[in-house]
């Protein structure tokens, strides 16, 4: 088959987020008007609100989560866009990824030169259980969850199968959470911006105040190691393994090729977008590997013209540690069988030579579930416009690709990103 | 069984009867479980059901201390863990189901490969009474 290719060019001009994190005082609609101011901001000769013709939402499921349904007229309500067409779109964690895709093929189509993508999620409002039940609902709650799986679980049994078949150790799981909070430590946008070495002298401080005996862990690894610290969740996946329950919202701004230079010097071009769906987890050929994030991944390489190599600046759907090893191997960063061994030689970090998730990624910058996909981009916008501040890659990347899960694979979304 | 129509309602009434019934695709002899009302091989509607052996090995797992509230209900927990994981059946499917009789305090002795048997879980009294898919060692 011949690569797929898109309409017209489709480009990015601007792209913000709220802070990811637990808000007690703020609704999905009010974090998303945070984003919006945004990303009005960051378009550098300035945005007229009117222009937008058309908004795509990513939302999972604040039916379950806030008890409101119908989100995507009341995020354009909220920013003053009505009448425009308020479409939500659902992919479970891919919400997101899969709303910035729909925006490209609408301006690709030629229907609209303008159109805003956004995603959300307000996900604290529940209890852990509540939320653990909430998300169960992405998984098919026919046949998997009957059988006591959680997402944890079911992340838990893609480990379980890579360190049967790679000979992998959870030992290296801790090393993927560890290095995502170095780098969240540098995103003021991060849930939990906080390194492992920060998250123990707090706890530390926190016993002392109370009186309680204060641990005494001689390093992080010890640390991560603690079962009162760093609990099992599903073994081989603790705590620290897990992204967290968040909120959050995120948008960006896709304008027609032609009309870019109009907004900004430095937009972000789309060269390749890829989308692929899949059966339930126990229903696949492999468990070590998310066949449509392949499928989605070469979709999005053959559109681009690119090959892994190409990519200078990715994040990757972290949502549980074991997700970033399989991604990197899915996406072709390293053979099949080899991420693992990447994080062992540190080639993920930002010193590394293929680093990966340097926003803290969806375990310390926060995944709430909708916005996710979205924020992946917004990272992107920054690594390659030279924006990211303290984080920023060096080499000054050009080309940066976003990959978007929902579920353990049903639906994976893959984006590329380039500044000319 | 005659009136079996490859429902997940029919799925179920045949767990709570203590069988693993899927479904066979008379066109291609595609095998499924759960059963389907379309094979996803050749499409065809033609399907028979066909019940399984229950006789299968571990393909992966997982032994969780934080479930869903249905089976914190049931009495699990932190402190009562289970193993879930997924089954791979001799006739060639794999499914999702509760794994008995594992060393949970040791889960990196639990090894992938390990033949497992069916095992009806009944769970609940009287009118809430359920019948969930598990395997045992």
């Known amino acids: 088959m011949t690569s797929q290719k898109l309409g017209r060019g489709v480009a990015l001009v601007g792209a913000g987020m709220s802070k990811f994190g637990a808000f007690p005082g703020k609704n999905s609609r009010e974090l998303f008007v945070d984003a919006f101011l945004e990303m009005s901001a960051s378009v550098d000769k300035g945005l007229d ?18 008890g409101q349904g119908h989100t995507a007229p009341i995020m354009t309500d ?55 039940d909430s998300l169960a609902a992405a998984a098919d709650v026919s046949y998997e969850i009957p059988a006591g799986f959680t997402f944890p679980g079911m992340y838990a049994v893609i480990a379980t199968a890579y360190m049967h078949e790679y000979g992998m150790t959870p030992e290296t799981l801790l090393q993927v959470g560890y290095k995502n909070h170095e780098h969240g430590a540098l995103n003021p946008k991060a849930q ?51 992204s967290p329950v968040s909120d959050g919202a995120a948008v960006g701004l896709l304008v027609s090729e032609e009309l870019a230079r109009q907004f900004t010097d430095n937009p972000l071009y789309i060269i390749g977008t890829g989308q692929a769906s899949d059966t339930a987890l126990h229903g696949r050929p492999t468990l070590t590997s998310l066949p449509a994030a392949r499928k989605a991944a070469q979709t999005a390489y053959d559109m681009a013209g690119v090959t892994p190599d190409d990519i200078k600046a990715v994040e990757v759907h972290d949502c549980f540690t074991i997700a970033e090893i399989v991604a990197t191997e899915d996406l072709g960063f390293f053979k099949a069988g080899e991420g693992w061994k990447a994080v062992e030689d540190g080639l993920t970090t930002f010193g590394g030579s293929r680093p990966v998730n340097s926003s803290g990624g969806l375990k310390s910058k926060g995944h709430p579930v909708g916005a996710s996909g979205i924020g992946q981009v917004i990272e992107i916008f920054h690594q390659l416009r030279g924006s990211a501040g303290s984080r920023q890659l060096p080499g000054s990347p050009n080309i940066g690709l976003t990959h978007n899960v929902g579920g353990t694979g049903q639906t994976c979304v893959v984006n590329i990103f380039e500044r000319r | 069984m005659s009136d079996f129509d490859f429902t997940f309602h029919a799925y179920t009434a045949q767990l709570d009867e203590k069988r693993l019934i899927g479904s066979r695709c008379k066109q291609c002899g595609l095998i499924s479980l759960p059963p389907r009302l379309l094979c996803q091989h050749c499409r065809s ?19 969780i201390y934080f479930g869903p509230t249905f089976m914190k209900n049931y009495g699990y927990g932190p402190k009562n863990p289970y193993v879930s994981g997924i089954v791979e059946l001799e006739e060639g499917p794999s499914i999702s189901a509760q794994i008995l009789g594992m060393d949970m305090e040791h889960p990196e002795s639990i090894q992938i490969g390990t033949p497992l048997t069916v095992e009806f879980i009944e769970r609940g009294e009287n009118e809430s009474k359920k019948v969930f898919l598990g395997f045992k060692v």
């Open chain 1, 192 to 242: 939990f911006g906080q390194r492992i070495s920060d998250i123990m002298e707090a706890r530390k401080a926190s016993a002392a105040r109370k009186g309680k005996p204060v641990p005494t862990w001689a390093d992080e690894f010890e640390f991560l190691h603690d079962n009162t610290a760093n609990p099992q969740i599903a073994w081989p996946l603790r705590l620290f393994d897990c």
């Open chain 1, 78 to 132: 909220w920013v003053g866009l009505n009448p425009v067409p308020a479409t939500r779109v659902e992919g479970a964690c891919a919400s997101g990824g899969l709303a910035l895709r729909q925006g490209i093929l609408a301006i690709a189509s030629g229907l609209y030169d303008m159109v805003m993508v956004g995603g959300i999620e307000k996900m604290t409002g529940l209890s852990t259980d509540g939320a653990t």
């Open chain 2, 45 to 63: 509607t033609d399907m028979e059901p066909f019940e399984f052996s229950g006789k299968g090995k571990l393909a992966a797992f997982s032994v």
């Open chain 1, 49 to 66: 609100p009117a222009a937008i013709e058309a908004v795509y939402i990513g939302n999972f499921s604040s039916e379950l989560f806030e």
